[in-house]
């Protein structure tokens, strides 16, 4: 916050108007100063934050463990966050699907932990996400989100090679090659094979390879389908062993089919006014693709030539005219031509032109406007932000032809500037970004305790961080170490420096962002970090935000965990000074509070773990229970949009260096497992049957097809009845009758539902829907409500309930029977327990310390310890001299090792670094 003022100061009393400009510098009453002040006073209130997750490798096996160091960081100067005190962590499918969520407290921005992988996870691609409560209230694109990568048994799976031509634009060809992962073809193999596309099938054919393993296939693609989400679906058609499904992105990037983009700089063209124009091509994949064209106006006449440099981007300069529409116009592989159109031409407007030169410490911005615009009689401001913070400011006069400025560069920090032109109405005209570099990102150095190494051997690590002065830097840092052999690192992936201070500020999916991590020293990088910033740059946070009047946000800060409620009676009319009490086992608490005068209660200094459960009553004055509800704040999970980025996996279209390191793995763990006999004694588990406590199943307690006990339901929190059954029972949901009259079934037998002995049937009349009556249940009956729910579908289970309760003349196998036994005991037409509330948060899950074995000296290396990560520590503290101290023990196999180390000084400084060693044999 003391970085901020200063800042802050440093714009409101220096000059804003640099030697050789035209302008005097205004008081600190002009309009410019009052509407920076303002800006940057109602911007600062909202406290914006940032998120960075370092994980120990970029990709995962079924089984493993996914160990991350989170930094929380403030988002306009990167120091730590004071804002959030908690941060969730969610792993979802390539299905959108959410497969676990975990909350981690934060300590001054920082906080470690892991996230166990089921070993029953399918392969494929997963995200892993993380947020804060704050976070939600400014949209999706603050959240965090990071692909990876989960393989099963490398050794059995299949490995396709395909290559895709199209003919007439709309007929498909697929040349397919199928091996097994010994290289051996998969031949004269009946297969399925299927082409679609969300609900739409475009192929759908049984076939046999031919005996080398290859197929040809071929499809009709409709004319207006985009390819952007097609999928090739093989299935074995094999009866002797276990099917095997695939479906894997089928990637087609036809050249005619490219998505050619043009972005005026600042964001229009104006007729008349000098124009930078950046592009950007894209395949149909959504990567960069190179291109070369021309530009004509609508008389044929070429304007401009443009070849992209780098990922697809590039610029070209013209002046354009009101004279109709112009046309950027490429050839094709084929020889053939496609036009392109360029935005349209505005008659008046204003432009405005950042020139950004490859190491200095200033950048020329340049506003031109066309002469109706600067007949009136509106103010202009020109102001530089960084994050949401306001950084320099000035007034523009239209009345000259060409406004020029020379802002120095090291009043910003390190990150994107973005430059904006707005008026008096707070209405932007034109807005550029470009890139900052003040070298001021952390030096950090390795020693290593000597020059080789062999497997086994004591690695101990000195680590010394600098500044760019040279001067020590006290920082919280973390650091993984692999084993290149078992894990392909990218030294173009991003890192705490591409994420924090370029890509999270960016629209789009950016290729290897870390190949702009060292632009500003490198001249042609640093143009296309330019090309970037002119084709993808964009802000999350809307600045005009700050003028419009303060809003209640919907999420709040969590600064730390607190149980918060409202307590209200018959009438819904808040209930104040009613005593509250809380109980727990675990924790052990017993904790009272009273509420205020809007009913609200408020429980603090409470750190949940394990399955935490909280037993809140209301107590009148004489401290008995009396008629009242409580209502207690529960976390309400987001809904995230799917990450559209479709990867091809790893076994598809491989190459030859990422083939020869998953064999290497492979053949690690087979001689893992023949030094270790192969014979791992498994665990005997011996499962009793689940008994339903106060149970009314008619069979007998436990006797029944299906039983979600009391244990099951703990975890589901406030779940509903229904949704409980739809996520347990395989087939339950909405059905219709012959008629379209709703109902609920399981698969076609009708659902009839038990409540503590007593049948819901018994209630429904002539003049009350079956369905409706059901669906109220469903919704309001919860998992916390309910010890136990039984399902009787087989015959051994359904006779019973059969002779019970339905007429002789009914077919027994139609119907299904749910026992549903709730904590009341009473019944499907009793309210809730009032004046009491059983509250299970979510629990901390806490860090554990990465385990790295320790070996005696000259322990030789038997092949058991084959770890892909070889080490992981996330809490590398350096001290007032900028060092720390690390070891830990090589693993058994020789080849070479990645480290990468990333971090922060917590004062708006970065730093990361790799580095390889050698172990040898």
């Not at 160990?67 to 959108?96: H, M």
């Not at 050249?255 to 006014?273: A, H, I, R, T, Y």
């Not at 036009?339 to 407007?349: A, F, K, N, R």
């Amino acid at each position: 916050m003391k970085a901020k003022s200063l800042l802050l100061f440093f714009v409101l009393c220096c000059p804003l108007f640099f030697p050789g400009l035209s302008f005097s510098q205004p008081s600190t009453k002009s309009p410019l100063n009052q509407f920076l002040t303002y800006i940057n006073l109602n911007n600062d209130s909202l406290a914006l934050e940032k998120l960075y997750i370092q994980t120990d490798k970029p990709s995962y096996l079924s089984g493993d463990t996914l160990w991350f160091k989170g930094y929380l960081l403030q988002a306009s100067l990167q120091n730590y966050s004071v804002k959030s005190g908690i941060l969730y962590l969610e792993l979802v499918n390539d299905s959108n699907r959410l497969l676990q969520r975990i909350m981690v407290p934060v300590y001054k921005g920082m906080t470690t932990g892991y996230i166990p992988i089921d070993s029953d996870r399918p392969e494929g691609i997963y995200t892993l996400r993380a947020y804060t409560s704050w976070m939600r209230n400014f949209g999706e694109s603050y959240v965090f989100e990071k692909q990876f990568y989960l393989s099963a048994n490398y050794s059995s799976v299949w490995l396709i090679n395909y290559r895709t031509s199209a003919e007439h634009q709309r007929k498909i060809n697929v040349e397919l090659y199928i091996k097994q992962f010994d290289q051996f073809p998969v031949g004269l193999r009946e297969i399925r094979f299927s082409v679609t596309s969300e609900k739409k099938t475009f192929l759908n054919t049984r076939t046999e390879t031919l005996a080398d393993g290859k197929l040809h296939l071929d499809f009709e693609l409709p004319e207006k389908t985009s390819a952007k989400n097609l999928s090739l679906n093989i299935e074995d058609l094999r009866k002797s062993q276990e099917k095997r499904k695939i479906s894997v992105p089928l990637i087609l990037n036809r050249p005619e089919k490219m998505d050619l983009q043009f972005l005026p700089e600042g964001g229009k063209l104006v007729s008349g006014l000098p124009a930078k124009v950046a592009f950007k091509a894209l395949n149909e994949q959504g990567y960069g693709m190179a291109v070369a064209g021309k530009v004509y106006n609508n008389q044929q006449q070429e304007v401009a030539v443009f070849n992209a440099q780098h990922a697809g981007m590039g610029t070209f300069d013209f002046v354009p005219q009101d004279i109709g529409p112009y046309t950027a116009r490429i050839k094709l592989p084929d020889g053939s031509f496609k036009d392109y159109p360029l935005p349209e031409v505005s008659q008046t407007g204003i432009t405005l032109q950042v020139v950004n030169p490859f190491n200095t410490d200033s950048c020329i911005v340049k506003v031109r406007s066309s002469p109706g615009i600067a007949m009136t009689s509106r103010h202009y401001y020109l102001i530089a932000m960084t994050g949401n913070i306001v950084c320099w400011g000035a007034m523009v006069d239209l009345k000259k032809e060409v406004c020029n400025y020379k802002v120095d560069k090291r009043i910003f920090p390190t990150g994107i500037v973005r430059f904006l032109l707005t008026d008096e109405n707070h209405k932007t005209w034109n807005e550029r970004r470009i890139y900052n570099d003040l070298g001021d990102q952390l030096n950090i150095q390795y020693h290593m305790n000597k020059a080789s190494f062999m497997p086994r051997d004591s690695v101990a690590l000195d680590i010394l961080v600098t500044d760019k002065e040279g001067k020590p830097v006290s920082g919280t840092f973390s650091l993984a170490v692999t084993d290149d052999a078992q894990v392909k690192t990218d030294s173009t992936a991003t890192s705490i420096l591409t994420y924090l201070l370029l890509t999270s500020d960016l629209k789009g999916h950016i290729e290897q962002p870390g190949y702009y991590q060292n632009a500003v020293g490198q001249a042609d990088k640093w143009q296309h970090l330019d090309h970037l910033l002119l084709s993808q740059g964009w802000a999350g946070y809307d600045w005009s935000e700050a003028i419009k009047p303060v809003k209640v946000f919907s999420y709040p800060s969590e600064e730390e965990f607190l149980i918060k409620g409202k307590v209200t009676n018959m009438f819904n009319k808040p209930v104040a000074k009613s005593e509250i009490v809380l109980i727990s086992k675990k924790p052990a608490l017993i904790l009272d509070t009273i509420t205020n005068s809007k009913g609200i209660f408020t429980f603090k200094g409470i750190f949940p773990i394990d399955t935490a459960s909280f037993f809140i009553s209301a107590k009148n004055k004489r401290g008995k229970s009396f008629n009242v509800g409580i209502e207690v704040e529960e976390f309400k999970p987001p809904v995230f949009t799917s990450a559209t980025k479709r990867d091809l996996p790893w076994f598809v279209n491989i190459d030859t260096s990422t083939y020869l390191a998953v064999n290497k793995q492979v053949n690690l763990k087979k001689e893992q497992l023949r030094k270790t006999g192969g014979n791992m004694l498994k665990e005997v588990v011996i499962k009793t049957k689940r008994i339903i406590k106060d149970s009314k199943n008619l069979n007998g307690p436990g006797q029944a097809d299906l039983i979600i006990d009391e244990e099951q339901l703990e975890k589901e929190g406030k779940t509903s009845l229904g949704d409980l059954l739809n996520k347990n029972l395989k087939g339950f949901g909405i059905r219709n009758t012959k008629t379209g009259l709703p109902y609920y079934g399981v698969y076609r037998s009708f659902v009839h539902l038990v409540v503590d002995g007593i049948n819901t049937d018994f209630f429904i009349t002539d003049l009350t829907s079956r369905y409706q009556y059901l669906k109220d249940i469903f919704d309001y009956f919860d998992a916390e409500e309910i010890t136990g729910i039984e399902v009787m579908m087989s015959g051994k289970y359904l006779t019973s309930y059969a002779i019970r309760f339905l007429d002789p003349m009914e077919h027994h196998w139609d119907h299904v029977f749910i026992e549903v036994t709730t904590r009341g005991g009473k019944g499907p037409f009793l309210k809730k327990s009032v004046g009491t509330y059983v509250y299970r948060p979510m629990a901390f899950t806490l860090p554990k310390a990465f385990y790295s074995p320790k070996y005696a000296p000259n322990s030789q290396a038997d092949q058991t310890d084959i770890r892909s990560t070889v080490f992981w520590a996330p809490n590398i503290i350096t001290d007032e001299h900028g060092k720390a101290k690390v070891s830990f023990f090589a693993a058994d196999n020789p080849g070479t090792y990645t480290f990468i180390i990333e971090g922060t000084d917590l004062q708006g400084h970065l730093g990361t670094q790799r580095k390889k060693i050698v172990i040898g044999q």
